[in-house]
């Protein structure tokens, strides 16, 4: 569900520059959760490692404890990543077309929230008269 909409039909807004923040309270709480398996698989790692310079700990469970802190750090990644993605950004910099994105509305992965033209380089294409074509030549200059 569309949170905020920081765009208005017509503005330029830069490469990168937030469009829309969808509700992310799921993915916060993900987060949380993913630094909290960090911390606790960290602090294992600790203690495994004393146990490990006193003999009292196989070289498997250090192992274990090793893999564990890092699949934790892939978790944490994992969760910032989804959060990041719940605030659509700019591709490019250029110009906001039209938009019908407001808060509170629903959208998925396959719906348009607006367009975004990029209107620093613009190809046209005109016919010209057979008469005419002696008179343009490549670089003229032409108003469109």
Known sequence: MVENVSIAPG???AAGEPLIRLTDDEEDVALERARLAVETAMSALDRARQLAESNNITTVALTDAETAVRRAEIDLREAEVDLARRTVRAPF????GLTDSAVGDRVNSTMPVATLDDMSSVTVAFDVPER???????GHAIAA
């Open 11 to 13: 503005s330029m807004v």
């Open 93 to 96: 910099a250029g110009r906001i």
């Open 132 to 138: 005419a074509t002696g008179l343009v030549e490549a």
